[in-house]
């Protein structure tokens, strides 16, 4: 096949809408529901905030990487409910905390999705339990589910069964993705369903040989040619569809589920 041609990935904030907080250093309260939401914190004097409504499709977009303790990508807010934002090692804590409360109480704990924009990069954080929804046996458990960032990644699945789980529903660019050794019994999930031209459950490549992945609010007609939500090149093996399995719910999140084509997938 001849080689993918990505186009602009740069851009972080496609299809959410940015909040940024403002630098008042007083307590201001800020609403995510409905929409996804990105809220921008800068370098400076912000306050302790609150947000609100925040679910799993919101994001919160830091100017610097948020201190992980263990270094594992999970980043859990104190036993008073706060997260401290601008804390740079155990013993020495910043100026500003929040505290997130969602549908069903506290957010408690935050995943690292990467990092990347410009003049400057911002360090991106989602609620974790929509990576650990899909630590469930049908899925393979934890050490066969896997999530890139927001960043150019290269993502192997060989070595059994993998689930990949692609967070479109942020409303965030996820970067130009290279996958290598998808096949049977390997699954993307995504958190917003994939536009597919043909309406039977096929959902095929552009002629630059990438999926253009659709954004938070996906599917659009327009996802072809814009990739809101990023894009991907299958590459060995060159995979140019995928087929849309069915979707299930977990912990009040839906997931579109999709697999390479079989003997039974119809051409496009």
Same mark, same amino acid.
């Given at each position: ?63 610097? *990487? ?95 069964? *993998? ?79 995928? *087929? ?25």
């Amino acid at each position: 096949m001849a080689d993918p041609i990505f186009r602009d990935n740069s851009n972080l904030i496609t299809t959410a809408s940015r909040v940024d907080i403002t630098l008042n250093n007083t307590s201001d309260v800020y609403d995510a529901s409905g929409a996804s939401t990105a809220f921008v914190f800068k370098e400076g004097d912000a306050g302790d905030d609150t947000l609100t409504g925040f679910g799993s499709n919101d994001s919160i977009l830091n100017y610097k *990487k948020i201190f992980d303790g263990n270094g594992d990508g999970f980043i859990q807010f104190g036993a008073n409910g706060e997260l401290d934002i601008d804390r740079t090692s155990r013993k020495k804590a910043g100026n500003d905390q929040i505290q997130v409360t969602g549908e069903n109480g506290p957010v408690t704990e935050l995943r690292y999705l990467g990092s990347k924009g410009a003049p400057g990069d911002l360090h991106v954080y989602a609620n974790s339990a929509t990576l650990k929804n899909l630590w469930i046996s049908e899925f393979g458990g934890r050490a066969n589910v896997m999530e890139g960032t927001v960043g150019n990644d290269t993502i192997d699945f060989g070595g059994g069964n *993998k689930t990949l789980l692609i967070d479109n529903a942020l409303g965030l660019n996820l970067g130009q993705d290279t996958f290598t050794n998808f096949g049977a019994g390997d699954k993307i999930v995504t958190t917003a369903k994939l536009f597919d031209n043909t309406m039977n459950n096929v959902v095929g490549f552009g002629k630059n040989f990438v999926l253009d992945v659709s954004g938070a609010a996906g599917p659009l007609p327009t996802d072809p040619k814009t990739g809101p939500g990023g894009q991907i090149d299958f590459a060995t093996p060159d995979v140019q569809q995928i *087929k849309f399995v069915g979707s299930e719910v977990h912990g009040g999140v839906t997931y579109y589920i999709y697999e390479a084509p079989d003997a039974s997938t119809p051409p496009l």
